[in-house]
T-cell receptor, first 111, second 112 residues
């Protein structure tokens, strides 16, 4: 079983729709969780960082963590064509500095 | 907004040659990292650096790789004898705490 699993997509939704992106993980030692956005041939851009179970909101983005189910989500409200990118979940341990990335979900927002 | 910068944006080298990838982390950050992404694959951790020493490294980071912070602003990754399979995007990252690293735009390394 992979440490972090993420559906690669592609996911295509119309502009204005709510987007739901998800990752599951197998290692309960993960303590903190991040979502990155990556445009083609660019570096990952940190969108959200959460440490505990529950929801965290930042503008149009909401990150949700359910540690009991080992499941994290990113919701994008009022999606825009500029949100078209690959979204990477990433997870880290409290005792280590490395983070483990998911394979990324390619998202396309249709105008 | 401060950001991580990397040079060069693209480096082409021949197999067996040494390359040095350069990074300027965000100025008040204390933790520095190198990650790489082979085309079409996941972003993979290589090494983390704190307080002028390596704090963690992956299996990929073998004796062919080294990191250095030669002065107060630069952070470098050296590959001593490049192989074809070292071709990838190399990302430098930095963070204030041992969390949520901010990534640079990457250096595309092509080994021929």
């Amino acid at each position: 079983q992979k440490e972090v699993e993420q559906d690669p997509g592609p996911l295509s939704v119309p502009e204005g729709a709510i987007v739901s992106l998800n990752c599951t993980y197998s290692n309960s030692a993960f303590q903190y969780f991040m979502w990155y956005r990556q445009y083609s041939r660019k570096g990952p851009e940190l969108l959200m960082y959460t440490y505990s179970s529950g929801n965290k909101e930042d503008g149009r983005f909401t990150a949700q963590v359910d540690k009991s189910s080992k499941y994290i989500s990113l919701f994008i409200r009022d999606s825009q064509p500029s949100d078209s990118a690959t979204y990477l979940c990433a997870m880290g341990y409290s005792s280590a500095s490395k983070i483990i990335f998911g394979s990324g979900t390619r998202l396309s927002i249709r105008p | 907004e401060p950001e991580v910068t990397q040079t060069p944006s693209h480096q082409v080298t021949q197999m067996g040659q040494e390359v040095i990838l350069r990074c300027v982390p965000i100025s008040n950050h204390l933790y520095f990292y190198w990650y790489r992404q082979i085309l079409g694959q996941k972003v993979e951790f290589l090494v983390s650096f704190y307080n002028n020493e390596i704090s963690e490294k992956s299996e990929i980071f073998d004796d062919q790789f080294s990191v250095e912070r030669p002065d107060g602003s630069n952070f470098t990754l050296k590959i001593r004898s490049t192989k074809l399979e070292d071709s990838a995007m190399y990302f430098c990252a930095s963070s204030v705490t041992q969390r949520d690293p901010y990534f640079g735009p990457g250096t595309r390394l092509t080994v021929t």
